[in-house]
T-cell receptor, first 111, second 113 residues
Framework: RKEVEQDPGPFNVPEGATVAFNCTYS??????FFWYRQDCRKEPKLLMS???SGNEDGRFTAQLNRASQYISLLIRDSKLSDSATYLC????????????FGPGTRLSVLP | NAGVTQTPKFQVLKTGQSMTLQCAQD?????MSWYRQDPGMGLRLIHY???????DQGEVPNGYNVSRSTTEDFPLRLLSAAPSQTSVYFC????????????FGSGTQLSVL
């Protein structure tokens, strides 16, 4: 089983739609959680950190369920510019960092 | 305002050649790392470092060497390039500690013929 798994995608949605991505992780010692966005042939960039209480940044909402080892990302009112690959990232920072990346879920927002 | 600087952006090698990918950061980050990204595989950790003079292997270290003589620089050396090393390589850095995010360089597209 992979350490971090994500919805395989791709997701093709119309502008204005709400879309949700799911991610599960296997290492119960994981301490911090992130969603990164990666545009084609570009470097990943942090979209948002994910906190136990859930957090929101504009149209984006992230949730964490430590008991189920599950992370989600909700995008409301999708824009064309949201088209990208979304990477779930987990860090089991013991000594040093240990960032583990999911394979990513590709989103295409269609006009 | 440079962040993580990675060079070159593109490189073509012949099988058996060696080369060094350069990575430098100006944020005084303790942690630096190298990833490779292949289609359908996500980012996989090659080597990482938690400070000057300290390096360790990641998930896919074979065929690569690293060193960390300064806090700022973390070069990745391909000893004898193989077609299986054709990939996109990313350098990344962060502060130490849980919750700290990764900052990425712009990537190197490497093709080994």
């Amino acid at each position: 089983r992979k350490e971090v798994e994500q919805d395989p995608g791709p997701f093709n949605v119309p502008e204005g739609a709400t879309v949700a991505f799911n991610c599960t992780y296997s290492n119960s010692a994981s301490q911090s959680f992130f969603w990164y966005r990666q545009d084609c042939r570009k470097e990943p960039k942090l979209l948002m950190s994910v906190y136990s209480s859930g957090n929101e940044d504009g149209r984006f909402t992230a949730q964490l369920n430590r008991a189920s080892q599950y992370i989600s990302l909700l995008i409301r009112d999708s824009k064309l510019s949201d088209s990208a690959t979304y990477l779930c990232v987990v860090n089991a920072a013991n000594y040093g960092q240990n960032f583990v990346f999911g394979p990513g879920t590709r989103l295409s927002v269609l006009p | 305002n440079a962040g993580v600087t990675q060079t070159p952006k593109f490189q073509v090698l012949k099988t058996g050649q060696s080369m060094t990918l350069q990575c430098a950061q100006d944020m005084n980050h303790e942690y630096m790392s190298w990833y490779r990204q292949d289609p359908g595989m996500g980012l996989r950790l090659i080597h990482y470092s938690v400070g000057a003079g300290i390096t360790d292997q990641g998930e896919v270290p074979n065929g690569y060497n690293v060193s960390r003589s300064t806090t700022e620089d973390f070069p990745l050396r391909l000893l004898s390039a193989a077609p299986s090393q054709t990939s996109v390589y990313f350098c990344a850095s962060s502060y130490q500690g849980s919750g700290e995010k990764l900052f990425f360089g712009s990537g190197t597209q490497l093709s080994v013929l």
